[in-house]
């Protein structure tokens, strides 16, 4: 589906529907809406509005044939005026988008939100953008029966010359965003039994539009990851370690981000439940928002340099996999007690932080599907976040709120580094489910010596049973919208 934006009045543009909007409690529209109601004999204040009630509550939706001209009108409900945000846009376009007609080509819609909202014109732009694209989104590689997309054209009318400018940008923007979104969905929902470390290096280095380096398992031991190596030793599938950099001729900082890889974890030694086990397709999703950010950060071209950094392997058991009880020794020569084979993420992290910090970078963000604790603390609503820099945590949260993406800050008090002692080792890799996702973020913090870091847990929100907002079922690319913005908002 082509995304565009016209100079033009949305009466003058060919389309099967035309998409207006009215806030909840209107009775007379004005702007694009009060000019589309006039030109169809106050059709809808007259009959929408006072004989059908239709009330404008966000997410309504009113469908309104127009005979004579072969066109449909939609009707979008923005809701409470007071209420209303960029996101609220963003969702309410990907619903509209779900539920057009089949029939349906060429769809032109008003610029909502930068009219009587007075929101920012080139938002507005960009979260319609990402909302029409994303409202499309389906994982039917493997069915028989595809889900066809009708829609060819998605067009933005606005005829004011200052908004058309400025939302040109917001259009560009989007296209960016959305896709870095939908292909990280696809390689989330892709079945482990194609999509493994090899497979996903290959990916990294064929998509992330930056440059990119892969190392071999001899190579990863000559670095010192042993840790790292542990993990992934029980798989059939040798372990990649990936490094994308991203250099802008005069960058004015330098950051790393670390994605969790574990393409496939099965919780090793320590079996997971079969239900648990189901979907751990999805253990990378951390690595497959590393990998789309660089190509959306490739694309938009911040004055940021960024290394994006990922340690992909399969936790599998084997004869060969690493055992509870065992003592490994990690890239920064801390030595980790196994306590369970299945908290395997925070081990490869270890050694993945440590090798960022070896890059002098002024700041580390991690992201990762790490603690079952942060599920049960924030459920599917919110995404966990700690680190060592309060300024940057609240930095990072801001910046995820304007993306539409929820972070909730987790404590790191002391306390919670007790479970962690070990009798034999420098620490162990778990302490236990009290406190967990704390003292896992401890348990990181022990690998980075002095360098800003921010731990990310998105352990609940990566993959939904239930459809989100979006109408997104299964992999959610949750955080890449936010370290898109992040890293924008360095600038």
């Given at each position: 589906?082509?995304?565009?934006?016209?100079?033009?009045?949305?009466?003058?543009?060919?389309?099967?529907?035309?998409?207006?909007?009215?806030?909840?409690?209107?009775?007379?529209?004005?702007?694009?809406?009060?000019?589309?109601?006039?030109?169809?004999n106050n059709v809808i204040s007259d009959f929408v509005i006072n004989k059908e009630k239709f009330?404008g509550k966000f997410g309504d939706i009113y469908k309104l044939p127009i005979l004579e001209s072969?066109?449909?009108?939609?009707?979008?409900?923005?809701?409470?005026?007071?209420?209303?945000?960029?996101?609220?846009?963003?969702?309410?376009?990907?619903?509209?988008?779900?539920?057009?007609?089949?029939?349906?080509?060429?769809?032109?819609?008003?610029?909502?939100?930068?009219?009587?909202?007075?929101?920012?014109?080139?938002?507005?732009?960009?979260?319609?953008?990402?909302?029409?694209?994303?409202?499309?989104?389906?994982?039917?590689?493997?069915?028989?029966?595809?889900?066809?997309?009708?829609?060819?054209?998605?067009?933005?009318?606005?005829?004011?010359?200052?908004?058309?400018?400025?939302?040109?940008?917001?259009?560009?923007?989007?296209?960016?965003?959305?896709?870095?979104?939908?292909?990280?969905?696809?390689?989330?929902?892709?079945?482990?039994?194609?999509?493994?470390?090899?497979?996903?290096?290959?990916?990294?280095?064929?998509?992330?539009?930056?440059?990119?380096?892969?190392?071999?398992?001899?190579?990863?031991?000559?670095?010192?990851?042993?840790?790292?190596?542990?993990?992934?030793?029980?798989?059939?599938?040798?372990?990649?370690?990936?490094?994308?950099?991203?250099?802008?001729?005069?960058?004015?900082?330098?950051?790393?981000?670390?994605?969790?890889?574990?393409?496939?974890?099965?919780?090793?030694?320590?079996?997971?439940?079969?239900?648990?086990?189901?979907?751990?397709?999805?253990?990378?999703?951390?690595?497959?928002?590393?990998?789309?950010?660089?190509?959306?950060?490739?694309?938009?071209?911040?004055?940021?340099?960024?290394?994006?950094?990922?340690?992909?392997?399969?936790?599998?058991?084997?004869?060969?996999?690493?055992?509870?009880?065992?003592?490994?020794?990690?890239?920064?020569?801390?030595?980790?007690?196994?306590?369970?084979?299945?908290?395997?993420?925070?081990?490869?992290?270890?050694?993945?932080?440590?090798?960022?910090?070896?890059?002098?970078?002024?700041?580390?963000?991690?992201?990762?599907?790490?603690?079952?604790?942060?599920?049960?603390?924030?459920?599917?609503?919110?995404?966990?976040?700690?680190?060592?820099?309060?300024?940057?945590?609240?930095?990072?949260?801001?910046?995820?709120?304007?993306?539409?993406?929820?972070?909730?800050?987790?404590?790191?008090?002391?306390?919670?580094?007790?479970?962690?002692?070990?009798?034999?080792?420098?620490?162990?890799?778990?302490?236990?489910?009290?406190?967990?996702?704390?003292?896992?973020?401890?348990?990181?913090?022990?690998?980075?010596?002095?360098?800003?870091?921010?731990?990310?847990?998105?352990?609940?929100?990566?993959?939904?049973?239930?459809?989100?907002?979006?109408?997104?079922?299964?992999?959610?690319?949750?955080?890449?919208?936010?370290?898109?913005?992040?890293?924008?908002?360095?600038?």
């Amino acid at each position: 589906m082509l995304v565009k934006i016209e100079q033009k009045s949305i009466l003058d543009i060919e389309a099967d529907v035309i998409i207006v909007n009215l806030f909840e409690g209107v009775k007379y529209p004005g702007g694009v809406t009060g000019i589309v109601d006039k030109k169809f004999n106050n059709v809808i204040s007259d009959f929408v509005i006072n004989k059908e009630k239709f009330e404008g509550k966000f997410g309504d939706i009113y469908k309104l044939p127009i005979l004579e001209s072969g066109k449909k009108i939609y009707i979008a409900g923005l809701g409470d005026q007071e209420k209303f945000n960029y996101t609220k846009i963003r969702d309410l376009t990907a619903k509209i988008v779900r539920n057009t007609d089949g029939s349906a080509k060429k769809v032109v819609s008003i610029l909502h939100g930068a009219g009587i909202a007075g929101l920012c014109p080139r938002r507005c732009a960009q979260m319609i953008t990402e909302g029409a694209i994303s409202g499309t989104y389906s994982f039917d590689k493997y069915k028989s029966q595809k889900t066809k997309t009708q829609i060819e054209e998605f067009i933005i009318a606005e005829i004011d010359g200052q908004k058309y400018e400025k939302a040109l940008k917001g259009v560009n923007d989007g296209i960016i965003v959305a896709r870095a979104v939908n292909n990280a969905r696809d390689l989330i929902n892709e079945s482990s039994q194609y999509l493994y470390p090899e497979t996903l290096a290959k990916y990294a280095e064929e998509n992330s539009g930056v440059k990119t380096t892969v190392y071999n398992k001899e190579e990863i031991k000559k670095m010192g990851m042993n840790a790292f190596l542990a993990v992934g030793q029980g798989s059939v599938h040798e372990p990649k370690f990936i490094h994308m950099e991203y250099k802008p001729q005069n960058p004015i900082k330098k950051i790393a981000i670390v994605g969790k890889g574990i393409t496939f974890d099965a919780g090793g030694l320590d079996l997971k439940p079969p239900a648990s086990m189901l979907t751990m397709r999805d253990d990378m999703s951390g690595a497959a928002a590393v990998i789309c950010t660089m190509k959306a950060i490739s694309e938009l071209k911040p004055d940021i340099e960024v290394h994006g950094i990922i340690a992909a392997c399969e936790n599998m058991p084997s004869g060969s996999a690493y055992k509870p009880g065992d003592v490994i020794t990690a890239k920064t020569g801390r030595t980790i007690e196994i306590d369970n084979t299945d908290a395997e993420g925070r081990v490869t992290l270890a050694d993945a932080l440590a090798y960022a910090e070896d890059l002098q970078v002024d700041e580390i963000i991690d992201i990762a599907t790490l603690t079952g604790a942060c599920m049960v603390a924030l459920g599917t609503v919110a995404s966990g976040i700690m680190g060592n820099d309060d300024t940057e945590i609240k930095k990072f949260i801001a910046a995820a709120e304007k993306a539409g993406e929820r972070f909730w800050q987790l404590p790191m008090f002391e306390e919670y580094g007790e479970t962690l002692k070990s009798d034999i080792a420098d620490t162990k890799n778990t302490g236990g489910r009290m406190g967990g996702a704390s003292a896992a973020g401890i348990f990181l913090s022990s690998f980075i010596k002095n360098t800003p870091w921010i731990h990310l847990d998105i352990a609940g929100t990566a993959f939904l049973e239930k459809a989100d907002s979006e109408g997104i079922k299964g992999a959610t690319a949750i955080g890449v919208r936010s370290l898109i913005k992040y890293i924008s908002e360095l600038n």
